[in-house]
């Protein structure tokens, strides 16, 4: 049995049946467990308050003094219970409603894409942009992905305008989660927002469970297959205003695809934590639900209105609102 006191960095309280006694042990950042020793009394079930500290454990909290003391659910097979420390969250179907990114976000890519490429053709970034889509293109012929027609390397403007678009346009009617496509959309959406045309929706528990894990020194993390650039807009620009001042970072798919364990190994590595656990992600599909937890990490799967089905039986906790968690 065994309890944690939450605090930065954490301390566990292990109690050894065969000797009956606890012992403390710091979680330190480097990743390693230090034990600080042997602390007089059995400690109660998780969930219940702490013993009265002994004078040994008083002197290692008092070092600590602001740090709440809660005993946390959820143990794992070493009998160490280690504190949330972070949130990771999905965008479409978790703080944002599907059919803001159907009938708004992909749609006004979709209509300006040509535009946009007729007016800023010329730059580094844009340019980019081609490079990397030409490249994404090279691959989709090669497999016959429908709608993939070559982008030339060396054709006219005219003539590339048009490759990208039929292409961009294809991509956006399959939803491809690609890196290529979500780096052009984040620059047109850019205009969107930056014209007030597109302001973005959250759900209306979302600015408060922001506010409230904020409050409770959780650090939130924004993880969505669209770009980085595009998340700081849809959450600076929000029907609630702007939300960027309770989230610590963005992750994209730059880290990797949102249904692979990798990625989320890599996010816990980004994140600093000593244990993938610590981190909760929160997701409306199945598949991510499934990578993430594989990589170890607390899944919550997310309900929304017009979400899609999930598999019978899939064994996730769930919620239909963040003010839950
Ligand atoms: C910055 S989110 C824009 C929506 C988007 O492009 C998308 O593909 C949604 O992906 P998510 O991973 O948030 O489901």
Redesign the pocket.
Known sequence: MAAAVASSPPIFLVVDSRVKQTKAIVSEPCGQFKNLGWVSGVLPPCGSVLPKPSKFLKRVLGRRRNAPVTAEAGTSSNGIAPARRCIVL????TTTPISF?TDV?FPYARDNVGKHLELTYDTAETQDDIELLRAQVVEDVVKNVVGAVPIPTHGDREEVIASVVANVQAMIKADR?ITSL?QL?GHIWRTGFWSNEIEAVVYDDVPEALEKWHAMGLKVYVY????RL??RL?FGNTNYGDLRKYLCGFFDTTIGN?KEKKSYQEIWESLGVDDPSQILFVTD?YQEAIAAKAAGLEVIISIRPGNGPLPENHGFQTTNSLSEI
Not at 90 to 93: A, C, F, N, R, V
Not at 224 to 227: Q, Y
């Open positions: 999905d965008i479409e179907g990114v976000l989660k979500k959309q969505s297959s669209g770009s595009a998340q849809i949102k599909v």
